[in-house]
């Protein structure tokens, strides 16, 4: 039986994940966690997802978003330079760790 996992909205069977009705292959997938709790810090990444978005509107977009405190942020890593940010309650933390080192060793598994 393939390895199953979920969090969010995203799922893990076997070698790839399913998401909002797509499906991804799991192999050079990275993903990490991380915390809200900063409302002032804007980032490069955000500035160039969003601009990765929209060249425009995207860029400022992506400038202005922001993490919420009480939220915990799982970010999917796409070999392609693409991603996906699933946001929870900061409550969920464990859950997404937990989700997160399952993908990343399946990731590692399916590169072999």
Do not use: C, W
């Given at each position: 039986?393939?390895?199953?996992?979920?969090?969010?909205?995203?799922?893990?069977?076997?070698?790839?994940?399913?998401?909002?009705?797509?499906?991804?292959?799991?192999a050079?997938?990275?993903?990490?966690?991380?915390?809200?709790?900063?409302?002032?810090?804007?980032?490069?990444?955000?500035?160039?997802?969003?601009?990765?978005?929209?060249?425009?509107?995207?860029?400022?977009?992506g400038a202005?978003?922001?993490?919420?405190?009480?939220?915990?942020?799982?970010?999917?890593?796409?070999?392609?330079?693409g991603?996906?940010?699933?946001?929870?309650?900061a409550?969920?933390?464990?859950?997404?760790?937990?989700?997160?080192?399952?993908?990343?060793?399946?990731?590692?598994?399916?590169?072999?």
């Open positions: 039986m393939p390895t199953k996992a979920a969090f969010a909205g995203m799922v893990l069977e076997g070698k790839v994940l399913r998401y909002a009705g797509e499906v991804y292959r799991v050079g997938v990275h993903v990490s966690v991380d915390l809200g709790g900063t409302h002032s810090r804007t980032t490069a990444t955000r500035v160039v997802l969003g601009t990765a978005i929209n060249a425009g509107s995207g860029t400022l977009i202005m978003a922001k993490k919420q405190t009480g939220y915990v942020y799982l970010t999917v890593e796409f070999p392609n330079g991603q996906i940010v699933l946001e929870s309650k409550n969920y933390e464990i859950l997404a760790r937990d989700f997160a080192a399952a993908v990343n060793s399946a990731s590692r598994a399916a590169a072999r």
